[in-house]
Nanobody, 119 residues
Framework: QVQLVESGGGLVQAGGSLRLSCAAS????????MDWYRQAPGKQRELVAR???????NYADSVKGRFAISRDNAKNTVYLQMNSLKPEDTAVYYC?????????????WGQGTQVTVSS
């Protein structure tokens, strides 16, 4: 089992930066794919960034070139560096991972952290 705890959200002006952190506990971290999702009011939850155990990354088109996901396996932590923030980035950001318990996948979510970008 795993527990995920996000931190680092807050209020920032357009064009500014924030770094989100997700600390994992309760399971092996280094072999997991870790994701950042976000959900704005009235919108569907969307995948923002993903990093595999090998360090391969993927980003939503809307954040490419502005956001960067990284991980520190020694600290069991994944980060989301957000630069050039736009009001459209305002959302609750969630850390996520999946763990295979044969024959089923289990989803694990953090509690979310609010990011608000003012114009």
């Amino acid at each position: 089992q795993v527990q995920l705890v996000e931190s680092g959200g807050g209020l920032v002006q357009a064009g500014g930066s924030l770094r989100l952190s997700c600390a994992a506990s309760g399971s092996i971290f280094s072999d997991k794919t870790m994701d950042w999702y976000r959900q704005a009011p009235g919108k569907q939850r969307e995948l923002v960034a993903r990093i595999t155990s090998a360090g391969s990354t993927n980003y939503a088109d809307s954040v490419k070139g502005r956001f960067a996901i990284s991980r520190d396996n020694a600290k069991n932590t994944v980060y989301l560096q957000m630069n050039s923030l736009k009001p459209e980035d305002t959302a609750v950001y969630y850390c996520h991972t999946q763990i295979l318990r044969i024959p089923l996948w289990n989803d694990y979510w953090g509690q979310g952290t609010q990011v608000t970008v003012s114009s």
